[in-house]
């Protein structure tokens, strides 16, 4: 069906439903722009792409319609991306249409949901649809869902469908099926869940894949490869007053899937790193958290092996993951500490992680989170992630907050950003943050941090100032200064003490929000759950228009 | 009564689970079996790498391969183009590879998805005109496994001392073609030693990389030639064409590729390919 046809075919039931119903329909939508202005900077690295050679402004917008009447429910988002970086950051996307519709029902006790639909099962290691705009994920299930309420506390559901590819989809056929629910046994609750996804790959894609296969030397040779797929994930959440224990398991049969770290002989007698490989896969994840009396402790633990579950076998990157793998390190914020950020590893890694939460009293409290991630099966970048993070907030209530810490980071930069040769990352970051409120309406916000390390691009000072009239004005500046580079981003010799300004000014009517920046942004890894994208250097405006209606 | 129900809920879990686990016992796999190219199809690899490209090394590996494995059925070229092969932002080496024409084909065989890519007879395979590596041996052995509806076969004249070569590309057509048939002569160039970036190298700078069938020059336009607008079973062509051979490149180390394409607006599938070196 064509987007068009869709649109049509959503108006059609909308108004059929507005006569029928007769009733009031409950309309709602948003609204989400982001508009660059491209300007050329070749000593930060901002060029060379067509947006700085020569398309100069470039947009993505998702405009979203829903409608509530009759007991029915229905949207749609209309998606447009013009001269977008957010496909290829090399290279310029342009393409529009339907990003998104459904319709849904609830009858009695069964809801069914038609359409683009984004659901997880459990925590997402089996199955996770959903849309992150940032990274340009958006793997929704095109299909259909029906869920049943066996009990008030006990829910069944099924879905089938294909996934999403931009804006058509992927051949392969998935459906899924998750029990879930909740028992409460005195002062000991439980919520288990069980869930399976089962994949059957097309007969094009098993072609395709057999015509690669059928050309590896008879060391790398696979003898047959399944066209059918299943995951299976077992999870439990088991609460003993303030003790929360939660463990999942998932298990993946045999797959065939692309390796980017196996060695491959070929035909020529040279040896190639990346090979598709046949192998069943795993992942155990637990975690175990208590919070009372102000102190609050969690510990996880997570080991993954062979556990890339895709759509397709030959996408790679952030296309066609039908699964999502929980990050085992600290999501952080602020603009240093987050620059070295660890993707999930899906093919081999073990993970543990424990933070502690102390509120000394009311107005000081303290934290301390400790991540280390490893490759258990490699010699080579076998450790390749340790953080600590260490923070204080303390607190005048209605005067001042300040937040204050130290992060140390080792970062392995040739497996997580595919740098070969590059050293490891070792790095400390002081930082500071505090927020002053000068009267009622009106706050200064400053942002201080200090990144100490000899590799990639050398040490760095960052600040910023920010001032907000409540509820419209933020004003904005700061500045990344590569106070002691170690690299050029232009590739040459020649070192310079880059500064990567921002100028900024955000308003907000309401639940419109405008916001307009003058930014020079040094390129960096972009995560968000541990999903990672490169984010090219950018020199330009950004505008960036967020409404709800 | 608690426990009852729990212990209802966990039964259908369990039968649920075991009808599928079932359904998954029983599948009959594809069976893999080496593909041995027969027939006289050619097939064209265009791909798109860069010297500041460090994944690229690893797809010209595959072309290696690839030509080991089908000899008679492949040509291929590596176009220095796009975003790793600009020398102002990966200064590696002494030499730019881009030419003009490598620029424009960037765009028309677009978009471009990652680096190294490859277009395999100017045939989008599931919706991607460009394609990774680990895809391109699928879509080769697909495409040598149709038969060409045209059949071409070069005649080269290369004098050493103008170094002036002449080309004729003849052609006979083995099934009707409806729709404008293109011809387009590219010529390549391998051996040429000059620094790389290649992941899999210790340093990954590799200062005497040999690049190989390297696009130096289109002796047609860069969207082919129109020479027909349709052909019928039997029908011949010969198509001639001229170009001095710039004094840097070693024309023994150089090989002609011409193929031949239907274009039909955004369609320009390569109907069949030949190669021929330029000096013997």
């Known amino acids: 069906m064509t987007p068009q046809r869709t649109i049509l075919g959503l108006l059609f039931c909308f108004m059929w439903l507005s006569l029928w119903a007769q009733e009031p329909v409950s309309l709602s939508g948003s609204l989400e722009s982001n508009v660059n202005f491209y300007m050329r900077d070749a000593q930060i690295g901002a060029a060379n792409t067509p947006q700085?050679?020569?398309?100069?402004?470039?947009?993505?917008?998702?405009?979203?319609?829903?409608?509530?009447?009759?007991?029915?429910e229905l949207g749609a988002r209309y998606d447009i991306f013009a001269n977008s970086s957010l496909l290829n950051p090399t290279d310029s996307y342009t393409d529009q249409g339907l990003g998104r519709w459904y319709i849904g029902k609830k009858i009695g006790k069964l809801s069914i949901l038609g359409g683009h639909i984004y659901d997880q099962i459990g925590s997402g290691a089996i199955f996770k649809a959903y849309e992150e705009r940032a990274l340009f994920i958006d793997n929704a299930l095109v299909g259909l869902r029906a869920s049943y309420e066996i009990s008030p506390d006990w829910t069944i559901k099924g879905m089938a469908g294909r996934q999403k590819n931009l804006f058509e989809l992927y051949p392969s056929i998935l459906k899924g099926l998750n029990i879930e629910g909740f028992e409460s046994l005195g002062k000991v609750t439980i919520a288990p869940g069980i869930g399976i996804m089962h994949k059957t790959i097309s007969d094009q894609q098993m072609d395709a894949l057999a015509g690669s296969l059928a050309q590896y030397t008879p060391g790398d040779f696979i003898e047959e490869a399944p066209y059918n797929t299943i995951a299976a994930t077992i999870y439990n959440t088991l609460s003993i007053g303030r003790f929360t224990w939660y463990v999942e398991g998932a298990y993946k049969s045999e797959d065939v899937f692309f390796d980017n770290y196996a060695a491959r002989t070929l035909w020529t007698g040279e040896q190639s790193i990346g090979k598709f490989v046949l192998e069943p896969g795993y992942v155990a994840y637990t975690s175990l958290s208590y919070a009372g009396g102000g102190l609050g402790i969690s510990g996880q633990y997570k080991r993954t092996s062979n556990f890339s579950f895709r759509t397709d076998p030959f996408v790679g990157l952030n296309r066609g993951m039908i699964n999502f793998l929980p990050p085992m390190s600290r999501i952080n914020t602020y603009r240093l500490t987050a620059r070295y950020s660890p993707a999930t590893q899906d093919l081999n890694e073990e993970a543990v992680q424990f933070d502690v939460r102390y509120a000394i009293n009311k107005n000081l409290s303290v934290l301390v989170n400790i991540s280390n991630i490893n490759r258990p099966k490699e010699e080579d970048n076998h450790d390749i992630y340790t953080e600590v993070y260490t923070q204080v907030t303390w607190k005048k209530p209605r005067k001042w907050t300040l937040i204050t810490g130290v992060q140390y980071q080792k970062y392995d930069q040739e497996l997580y950003e595919g740098k070969p040769g590059a050293p490891q990352v070792q790095a400390i970051t002081p930082y500071l943050d505090y927020l002053l409120k000068l009267d009622q309406k009106k706050s200064l916000r400053t942002e201080l941090q200090y990144m100490s390390t000899d590799e990639d691009f050398g040490s760095w000072i960052y600040a910023l100032e920010e001032f907000s009239i409540s509820p419209h004005w933020i004003f904005e500046a700061s500045d990344m200064w590569n106070i002691s580079p170690k690299k050029s981003a232009d590739g040459s010799e020649k070192l310079e003490d880059l500064h990567f300004p921002t100028l900024g000014i955000v308003y907000s009517a309401g639940p419109t929000r405008y916001a307009l920046r003058y930014v020079k942004q040094v390129e960096g890894i972009v995560c968000s759950g541990g999903i990672c994208r490169l984010e090219p250097a950018f020199s330009g405006f950004k505008f960036n228009l967020t409404s709800n209606f | 009564?608690?426990?009852?129900?729990?212990?209802?809920?966990?039964?259908?879990?369990?039968?649920?689970?075991?009808?599928?686990?079932?359904?998954?016992?029983d599948e009959q796999k594809r069976v893999i079996e080496p593909f041995i190219p027969a027939g006289n199809r050619i097939v064209l690899l265009e791909e798109f790498t860069g010297k500041g490209c460090t994944n690229c090394p690893k797809g010209s590996r595959e072309i290696e391969n690839l030509l080991t494995l089908f000899p008679n059925n492949l040509v291929a070229v590596s176009i220095h183009a796009g975003f790793f092969a600009n020398p102002q932002f990966f200064p590696i080496g002494q030499y730019d590879f881009r030419t003009e024409e490598g620029e424009i084909l960037f765009d028309y065989l677009g978009p471009n998805l990652g680096y190294p890519s490859g277009v395999v007879n100017r045939i989008p395979?599931?919706?991607?005109?460009?394609?990774?590596?680990?895809?391109?041996?699928?879509?080769?052995?697909?495409?040598?496994?149709?038969a060409p509806a045209i059949e071409l076969t070069i005649s080269k004249q290369f004098n050493h001392v103008s170094?002036?070569?002449?080309?004729?590309?003849?052609?006979?057509?083995?099934?009707?073609?409806?729709?404008?048939?293109?011809?387009?002569?590219?010529?390549?160039?391998?051996?040429?030693?000059?620094?790389?970036?290649?992941?899999?190298?210790?340093?990954?700078?590799?200062?005497?990389?040999?690049h190989k069938h390297l696009l130096r020059d289109m002796m047609t336009p860069v969207h082919g030639a129109p020479i027909l607008t349709s052909i019928s079973t039997g029908q011949t062509f010969s198509e001639t064409f001229n170009v001095v051979i710039d004094p840097s490149w070693v024309a023994d180390n150089m090989e002609i590729i011409a193929f031949v394409s239907r274009v039909e607006g955004n369609d320009f599938p390569v109907l069949q390919a030949v190669s021929a070196h330029v000096t013997d």
């Open chain 2, 163 to 210: 170094r002036e070569l002449t080309v004729t590309v003849n052609g006979i057509a083995k099934e009707p073609v409806a729709g404008n048939i293109h011809l387009s002569i590219m010529l390549t160039e391998s051996g040429v030693i000059d620094a790389q970036d290649d992941a899999e190298a210790d340093p990954h700078i590799v200062p005497d990389y040999v």
């Open chain 1, 52 to 72: 700085y050679d020569h398309q100069q402004i470039g947009t993505d917008t998702w405009l979203t319609v829903r409608a509530q009447i009759g007991g029915f």
């Open chain 2, 1 to 25: 009564m608690k426990q009852h129900n729990i212990i209802n809920h966990i039964c259908t879990l369990g039968i649920v689970f075991f009808f599928i686990a079932l359904s998954g016992c």
């Open chain 2, 125 to 146: 395979v599931a919706g991607d005109m460009q394609i990774g590596a680990n895809a391109w041996a699928s879509a080769i052995s697909n495409e040598i496994q149709k």
